[in-house]
């Protein structure tokens, strides 16, 4: 009896479906010698907007302990990436609609830009005075044929623009 339940669970867990996260992805490989952040807009389009705006990655340090929350406990350091900024010569992701097996675009033009902007530009400037004055490296418009032919990778490089 023992062996009969064994199996019949087996079967009910062969038979329950894998689970695939609600997200689809956009693979981005960083081909450049800095790190890049990546501001996508859906159609073709030649701008940034204002809003909204990407933040420049920073490492949080509290070795010393000084800094504190509401509660008066020591803040920790960390280090978190914002998942549109991506290291020189490492491959990203960026979250948009579907799910890892099947992504899909998240809007309905059927095609996104992406405009590329250099960490030096995130540090020397504030995104309203990037927007104001459209300061990234490349743009470039990719469409859902392209994105499917290329399982949903991109590679970016400066020197091909």
Known sequence: ????????????????????????????????DEAIYVYLRCGKVDS?????KLELFEFFNNEDMSMRDA????????????EY?????????????????????????????LFFITEKTMRD???EKIFENQIFVKKVTLTK??????????SYSRDDM
């Open 1 to 32: 009896m023992r062996k009969l339940f064994c199996i019949v669970i087996l079967i009910i867990l062969y038979g329950c479906p894998a689970y695939d996260p609600a997200r689809g992805l956009l693979y981005i490989e960083n081909n450049s």
């Open 71 to 82: 509660s008066g406990a020591p803040l920790k350091s960390k280090l978190v990436s914002p």
């Open 145 to 154: 044929n392209y994105l499917d032919k290329n399982n949903w990778k991109y």
């Open 85 to 113: 900024r991506i290291n020189a010569y490492q491959i990203g992701t960026i979250a948009i609609g579907g799910n890892r097996r099947k992504p899909r675009l998240p809007c309905h033009e059927g095609e996104i830009s």
């Open 48 to 52: 940034l907007l204002l809003t909204p």
């Open 125 to 127: 400037y504030q995104w």
